[in-house]
């Protein structure tokens, strides 16, 4: 079982559109038994609340299913529990490591953009953030590109065939 956390700051755009489209992804490979895809925030911000009406409305225009969440906040047990934690931006990244405990001795957390189409990892620029933007094709492009990457990195490390 792959386990895969994706965290963004309030767990309402990004990192749940990241959870849906990965979701959905693994389904179209019949790879669904072979991971468990959660989300979180770094922030106390949208606790409770569902996705943004921005995300819902993207994923329904792709066709993909929103998959049914609430906002949660990531904790230290998630770094023990989740075999990849993966973080839409720079503070992301930052907030992820101070939650873990300070430090990511086991090289579990992961900018999103720095999974390569090519299977490797690459310094990565943030996923475009729909909150300040209301770009949300933007932001789906973003998560299609690092997820396709993800996959990759995957295979190509050959957790998934």
């Not at 922030?43 to 569902?50: A, H, V």
């Not at 998630?78 to 090289?107: E, K, V």
């Not at 492009?141 to 990457?149: M, N, Q, S």
């Amino acid at each position: 079982m792959i386990r895969v956390l994706f965290v963004c700051h309030g767990n309402i755009c990004r990192s749940t559109m990241a959870e849906s489209v990965l979701t959905h992804m693994v389904k179209e490979k019949h790879l669904e038994h072979q991971f468990e895809i959660y989300s979180a925030a770094t922030s106390r911000e949208e606790i409770g609340n569902g996705p943004h009406y921005g995300t819902v409305g993207k994923l329904r225009q792709v066709g993909i299913p929103v998959v049914p969440h609430r906002a949660v906040q990531m904790t230290q047990a998630d770094y023990q529990y989740y075999d990849y934690l993966i973080g839409m931006d720079t503070a992301n990244i930052r907030n992820m490591t101070r939650i873990a405990g300070g430090s990511d001795p086991q090289g579990k957390i992961y900018k999103l953009l720095s999974f390569g189409a090519d299977g490797m990892l690459h310094e990565a620029r943030d996923v475009a953030d729909p909150w300040y933007t209301d770009n949300f094709d933007a932001t789906y492009e973003d998560v299609i590109a690092g997820l396709t990457g993800f996959l990759a990195f995957l295979k190509r490390k050959g957790e998934i065939v």
